[in-house]
């Protein structure tokens, strides 16, 4: 079993549409999780740290359960540009390695 | 984020040959890495280091060297290119204050090994 995993897709979703992506992780020791956002062909680019008690961003929101031990992401309100591959990124306590979700692939249709 | 600089940019070349991939970057950042990214695989650490002369191996180093002289340079080495290490390659820096530091990658390295 992969330590973080996504579902990859690909999510087809009308512009303006509400959609959400989870990701879980099998490693009860991971602490820090982060969304990145990568564009084809691009380098990922950190679209938000997830804290326990949840947060948002603009139309973003990210959630993380540890009792289930997952995390997810909520677009609201979206954009053609929100068009991208989304990575869930889980990172252990004390340990430089982060571990990186093969992506869900998100394209936002007009 | 031109912050972080890889060169080249794009590379093919022949089995067998050796390859430097140089990444350097402006962030003042201590802590750097390289991944290798491959289609249905995700990002890979390679090697990574947390200040200069410190390097430390990650989950797939096999094959690959690097070299930490300045803080703002990592350089990873492939001794001898063989063509299942064609894939996508980045360097990536972060800070190290505060364990909840994300990190920063540079635009990538597309290497073919032909």
């Known amino acids: 079993r992969k330590e973080v995993e996504q579902d990859p897709g690909p999510f087809n979703v009308p512009e303006g549409a509400t959609v959400a992506f989870n990701c879980t992780y099998s490693?009860?020791?991971?602490?820090?999780f982060f969304w990145y956002r990568q564009d084809c062909r691009k380098e990922p680019k950190l679209l938000m740290s997830v804290y326990s008690s949840g947060n948002e961003d603009g139309r973003f929101t990210a959630q993380l359960n540890r009792a289930s031990q997952y995390i997810s992401l909520l677009i609201r309100d979206s954009k053609l540009s929100d068009s991208a591959t989304y990575l869930c990124v889980g990172r252990n306590f004390g340990n430089e390695k982060l571990t990186f979700g093969t992506g869900t692939r998100l394209t936002i249709i007009p | 984020d031109a912050d972080v600089t890889q060169t080249p940019r794009n590379r093919i070349t022949k089995t067998g040959k050796r390859i430097m991939l140089e990444c350097s970057q402006t962030k003042g950042h201590d802590r750097m890495y390289w991944y290798r990214q491959d289609p249905g695989l995700g990002l890979r650490l390679i090697y990574y280091?947390?200040?200069?002369?410190?390097?430390n191996k990650g989950e797939i180093s096999d094959g690959y060297s690097v070299s930490r002289q300045a803080q703002a340079k990592f350089s990873l080495s492939l001794e001898s290119a063989i063509p299942n290490q064609t894939a996508l390659y980045f360097c990536?820096?972060?800070?190290?204050?505060?364990?909840?530091?994300?990190?920063?990658f540079g635009d990538g390295t597309r290497l073919s090994i032909l």
């Open positions: 490693n009860s020791a991971s602490q820090s």
């Open positions: 280091s947390f200040d200069v002369k410190d390097i």
């Open positions: 990536a820096t972060s800070a190290s204050i505060g364990s909840n530091q994300p990190q920063h």
